[in-house]
């Protein structure tokens, strides 16, 4: 039987995973509620629900890999308390009774508010809130019987980015020469990572089993301030620089005091009103990879806005 690289979620990672691997001609089984995803021949879209048990065990019939990579139905910390940890564990179980490897994308959240760039020797304990939810699940994947890799990346960009701080917040806003507004600050600097980069990296580590087990940085180009960011997307896509904004983290505390989705911002508003850099060379060198240059991907990315809508 052929092997097969099994995602859960057609979001920018589950869906340039699958892409990736489309292209080099890998079998790829795409699972998701509303079978979306990528259309390609390698590419095989399923209606599956992965928090079910009893339809996910057919799903994982000949998988090799799975890469899990869906979101929950909201950004906030009740909902991420009541679907995510239980997903995670059916689809552990189903990947270990199949033999496969399970990948996961991470975000930064475990670290906390840290002094420094993070580096993946330090503590991932946060806390309460989203930050605790990050940190517990990690705890389960390390109780797993099931072999996992966990691949931490900072604020996405990239094609198909959409719901981000450097996606359509920003890139249509710029291009059509509107006020940028951010959130914090736009003079501290701040990691990107380019969403490819992690694709890349996960598929990378699932092929080197000496690296199952282990928490990995995405490869993640040196960090710009937001007012960087701004600037050199609009030299990208050769329009003039917008004008700028900042809304300061006691700003938007205020405004989260009456409005719940504000209130989640509260939470992680540290990442943008100081330092807030993911140091990636130690995973880099195991990886094998590096960072696509910052212009290349403000390039592709500007280039895929143009394509689908500004």
Request: charged fraction near 20%.
């Amino acid at each position: 039987m052929t092997a097969v690289h099994v995602i859960t979620g057609a979001g920018p990672v589950g869906s340039t995973v699958a892409l990736q691997l489309a292209e080099t001609g890998q079998q790829v089984r795409l699972l998701t509620r509303s079978g979306s995803g990528p259309d390609h021949p390698m590419i095989d879209r399923q209606r599956v629900d992965v928090s079910r048990p009893d339809q996910l065990a057919g799903a994982m019939e000949g998988a090799k890999v799975v890469h899990h990579c869906i979101h929950g139905s909201a950004y906030a910390a009740r909902s991420w308390r009541a679907e995510l940890p239980a997903a995670e564990r059916t689809v552990l179980d189903a990947a270990g009774r199949a033999g496969a490897v399970v990948v996961f994308p991470e975000s930064l959240y475990s670290y906390g508010p840290v002094e420094g760039p993070m580096t993946e020797d330090m503590p991932r304990n946060a806390t309460g809130g989203k930050l605790g939810v990050r940190s517990d699940l990690l705890a389960q994947r390390a109780a797993s019987a099931t072999a996992t890799i966990s691949i931490a990346a900072s604020d996405f960009y990239g094609p198909r980015v959409l719901n981000a701080h450097a996606g359509e917040r920003l890139f249509p806003t710029v291009l059509a020469g509107k006020t940028m507004r951010v959130v914090g600050s736009l003079d501290q600097p701040h990691s990107f990572t380019y969403v490819p980069d992690l694709a890349a990296a996960m598929i990378r580590a699932a092929a080197t089993p000496e690296l199952w087990n282990t928490f990995l940085h995405a490869p993640t180009a040196p960090p710009v301030t937001q007012r960087e960011l701004i600037t050199q997307v609009a030299a990208t896509a050769g329009v003039p620089v917008p004008r700028m904004s900042a809304l300061p983290s006691w700003a938007v505390k205020s405004i989260g005091v009456v409005s719940p989705s504000t209130k989640e911002l509260v939470e992680v508003s540290y990442m943008f009103d100081r330092p807030f850099v993911v140091d990636s060379t130690a995973s880099e060198a195991r990886l094998g990879l590096a960072p696509t240059p910052f212009d290349v991907g403000l390039k592709e990315t500007v280039a895929w806005w143009r394509e689908n809508g500004s």
